[in-house]
């Protein structure tokens, strides 16, 4: 073995480089961080060749004075912290003093910076880790660092870079991290020449929705919630709209673009709900928090923090994006369009376009619809008394009114922007998984007795599982009971599944407790559980609807939480804008 030695200081930045500058779009991160640390309002960037060959940062930020130039360049050199209690509670974006150095080591580098009070700008050039006397020159207040042929004197480094269309790709994301993080400040972006991005500055959502897309901003749900100094703001996308990839995620902790397991588990928990667990909702969360509480000093690249109380910050962002996702139908008007210029009403009066059904009314519909069967049928004759009324109150439902259904699968309303499809199963399953959810939430889902109970043959492990259980049972709306070692009688269901098969409901729900005991399906499961449940409740397809019962859905649905969407997150309803229509007919061109 040779003898031991210090390596040359060029050698040392090299190996660093191999871990903070693993491709053009790292040095890209790097530059970008030290002008947003700068406090710069505008960056630019220039790229040529997906960054290899040309990458150039200029920022209006505080700049760097001549006599620090070398050492902005030199390794564990930096302005940012000075103590190990600054190192316990960073509120930059650098700190390590090494992305330049490394950079440097590693390309042709030319720092040109001017502070406000300057002159002129001065300028320092590095080559392959030489440093060059800083000269003079000309640049506004500012910095610009400009790097020229990456990996020139690493040829091994250098046989990793991929097309430079992948570089550049690369390139494009890390830049949208940033601008993502980092809407106030004003940035552009050119790729041989040519301008790829060209954001004002921006407030957030205007900023997210110039980055991810126009239809992402208009579907997405607003989040904003802070508690003392903790806040998470940003938009998240509705159910609905999730995609099968896992690409639109942006999560910023205080201004850094993290990839964090706690964060992202709060996130997949809140959607669960919602959500089929092979999509994933598209999303833009910054939380800010104390820094002191959030070690960044874990990763090479500082895109991975540490929570100090990772259980807390779980919980935190968990509620608020659970909140948000909770929007009912009338806060979802997400998924509605603005309200351009007010639809053509043609065909439809003045009042019957405005007609409401009081909440108090239309709760009785629903409840003779869904609850008392018999009494439905005797609804199923129009009614006039339902029809609309100018004198109620003038607003218009969210969900707008029944026009007919279709299929016996669909209900089509219209409200105050088109056409309103509603799939009627769907829907209606959300809304009694939600009304389950409440009951059992606030302690014990309401039971309905059995005037004749039902019986069945059970095997003789339900019949086991009845009889430990019955508390459990009764906390779920059930009363079953034991009438012999296989056999059962259902004595009693929730309220909301009274018309559900109370045999088959009971079975699935002896199995479910079977299967993971009672405490983790009152726990863990309560989700899956009820949504189980609610499966046998759903209107079943093919059931024709009166106007009124359809109007009652609607309403229904309108105080629903999160009915937007099914228990599956299969959408649950619609919206057809008159445009679209008159596009579809080409009218009004
Ligand atoms: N665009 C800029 N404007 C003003 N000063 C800058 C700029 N870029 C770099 N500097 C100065 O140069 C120093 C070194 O930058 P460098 O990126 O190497 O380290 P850092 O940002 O302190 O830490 P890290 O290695 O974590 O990025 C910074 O601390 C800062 O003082
Ligand atoms: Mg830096």
């Known amino acids: 073995m040779a003898a031991i030695r210090i390596l040359p200081d060029l050698l040392i930045n090299q190996i660093a480089a191999g871990e903070v500058i693993e491709r053009p779009a790292a040095a890209l991160k790097e530059l970008l961080e030290n002008s947003l640390d700068a406090g ?73 910076s001017r502070q406000r009070d300057e002159k002129h700008a001065w300028s320092i050039g590095v080559t392959g880790g030489e440093l060059a006397e800083p000269a003079p020159a000309a640049h506004d207040a500012g910095t610009s660092v400009e790097v020229h042929d990456l990996y020139f004197n690493t040829p091994a480094r ?15 994301e890390t830049f949208k991290r940033i601008v993502l993080a980092r809407p106030d400040v004003a940035f552009r972006l050119q790729h041989n020449g040519r301008a790829q991005w060209h954001l004002p500055a921006h407030s957030p959502a205007a900023r997210i929705a110039a980055v991810l897309g126009e ?15 903790t806040r998470l703001s940003g938009l998240i ?41 092979d999509r994933h909702p598209a999303f833009v969360l910054a939380l800010e928090l104390d820094p002191a509480r959030v070690d960044v000093n874990v990763h090479p690249a500082k ?37 351009g210029p007010r639809p053509s009403t043609a065909g439809f009066s003045a009042t019957q376009y405005r007609m409401p059904l009081g909440v108090a009314q239309s709760n009785a519909v629903y409840e003779t619809l869904f609850g008392r069967t018999g009494a439905a049928l005797a609804m199923s004759a129009p009614n006039p008394a339902n029809q609309p009324s100018a004198e109620t109150s003038a607003e218009l439902p969210p969900l707008g009114f029944a026009l007919a259904q279709l299929s016996g699968i669909y209900i089509l309303a219209q409200n105050e922007h088109g056409l309103v499809i509603v799939d009627m199963h769907a ?55 034991a009438l012999s070692p296989t056999s059962l009688a259902v004595r009693g269901v929730p309220v909301a599944l009274k018309d559900a098969d109370a045999g088959q409901l009971a079975r699935d729900v002896l199995a479910e407790i079977r299967e993971f005991g009672a405490s983790r399906v009152l726990i863990e499961r309560q989700n899956e559980l009820l949504s189980t449940m609610a499966c046998h409740a759903a209107v079943r397809a093919n059931r024709l ?45």
């Not at 239809?215 to 100094?229: E, L, M, R, Y």
């Not at 779980?314 to 998924?335: E, P, W, Y």
């Open 303 to 339: 895109s991975e923090v540490r929570f100090r109380d990772s259980q807390a910050v779980h919980q935190f962002v968990f509620h608020a994006v659970s909140r948000a996702l909770a929007g009912t139908a009338g806060g979802a008007a997400d998924t509605i369009p603005e309200p």
């Open 215 to 229: 239809d992402f901003g208009a579907a997405a749900i607003p989040v904003d919630v802070q508690s003392g100094t």
């Open 237 to 277: 996308g509705s159910p609905a709209s999730a995609r099968g990839t896992r690409d639109a995620q942006y999560f910023m902790v205080n201004g850094r673009f993290v990839r964090d397991k706690v964060l992202a588990h709060a996130l997949r928990q809140a959607y669960q709900d919602v959500l089929h667990h």
């Open 545 to 589: 609807l009166t106007i009124t019962e359809m109007n009652a859905l609607l309403r229904e649905m309108e105080a629903t939480e999160r009915a937007g969407q099914c228990n599956h997150g299969r959408p649950t309803w619609h919206q057809i804008s008159i445009a679209e229509l008159d596009k579809l007919f080409m009218r009004g061109r």
């Open 40 to 112: 710069a309002r505008e960056v630019s960037v220039q790229l040529a060749s997906g960054g290899t060959k040309l990458l150039k940062v200029s920022d209006d930020g505080l700049g760097v004075g001549k006599d620090e130039l070398p050492l902005a360049v030199a390794r564990h050199a930096t302005s940012k912290i000075a103590t190990l209690e600054d190192l316990e509670r960073i509120a930059s974006l650098g700190f390590r003093g090494e992305a330049l150095a490394s950079i440097a080591a590693v390309s042709h580098l030319t720092l040109t």
């Open 158 to 172: 250098r046989k990793f870079l991929k097309s430079e269309a992948t570089e550049y790709a690369h390139c494009d």
């Open 427 to 481: 829907a209606h399953e959300r809304i009694v998984y939600e009304k389950l959810k409440t009951q059992l939430d606030a302690d014990r889902i309401a039971m309905q007795p059995l005037l004749i109970p039902v019986v069945f043959n059970a095997e003789r492990i339900d019949v086991a599982t009845t009889e430990d259980h019955s508390e459990t049972l009764g906390k779920l709306g059930f009363e079953i009971a």
